[in-house]
C-alpha cells in the first residue's frame, strides 16, 4: 500500500491514471452494450468509474497543493520544495471516490432520496474524519 501511494504522490501519475481510467471508460461504454456484459461487464464499468473518480480527486489534491504551496520567491534554488499529498490523502481521496458510485448506483435503482443523500454524506464525512484522525 506504500508503494502505490509514493506512486501516487506525483502529478503526472495521477494524471496519467485518469487518463487510461477514462479512455477506458469510453472504450467500454462505446464498445459494449449492457445486455450482452453481463453482471461482471456492469461491475467492470462500476469499478472503471470507481478508478476515474479516484483519480479526478487525486488530481484535484494535487492542484490544490501545487497552489498552496506554489513557490512565489525569486531564488526558487533556495526555496523548499513543495510538499506532495500524504498518504491519508489518498486514502481520503479512495474513500471520497466511493461517493458518485453509490449515488449512481441508487439512482438506477431508483432508490436515491433525500435520506439517502444525507446518510451517504454523514458517512463521507465519518470516514474522511477516520482517515484523518487514524
Do not use: K
Not at 506512486?7 to 469510453?26: D, H
Not at 531564488?75 to 471520497?96: C, G, N
Amino acid at each position: 500500500m506504500r508503494q502505490a501511494a509514493d506512486f501516487l504522490n506525483s502529478l503526472p501519475a495521477a494524471a496519467l491514471l485518469l487518463v487510461l481510467t477514462l479512455a477506458a471508460l469510453i472504450g467500454v461504454i462505446v464498445t459494449v452494450s449492457p445486455l450482452s456484459a453481463g453482471p461482471a461487464g456492469a461491475m467492470a464499468v462500476f469499478l472503471l468509474m470507481y478508478l476515474c473518480f479516484f483519480a479526478l480527486f487525486l488530481v484535484g489534491a494535487h492542484i490544490y497543493f501545487l497552489l498552496r504551496y506554489r513557490q512565489d520567491a525569486p531564488d526558487e534554488q533556495h526555496a523548499p520544495q513543495r510538499p506532495a499529498p500524504s498518504s491519508r490523502v489518498v486514502a481520503a481521496t479512495a474513500t471520497w471516490a466511493i461517493a458518485p458510485i453509490i449515488i449512481l448506483a441508487l439512482s438506477s435503482l431508483q432508490q436515491l432520496d433525500t435520506v439517502s443523500v444525507i446518510l451517504l454524506i454523514v458517512f463521507e464525512i465519518l470516514a474522511s474524519v477516520y482517515v484523518f484522525r487514524r
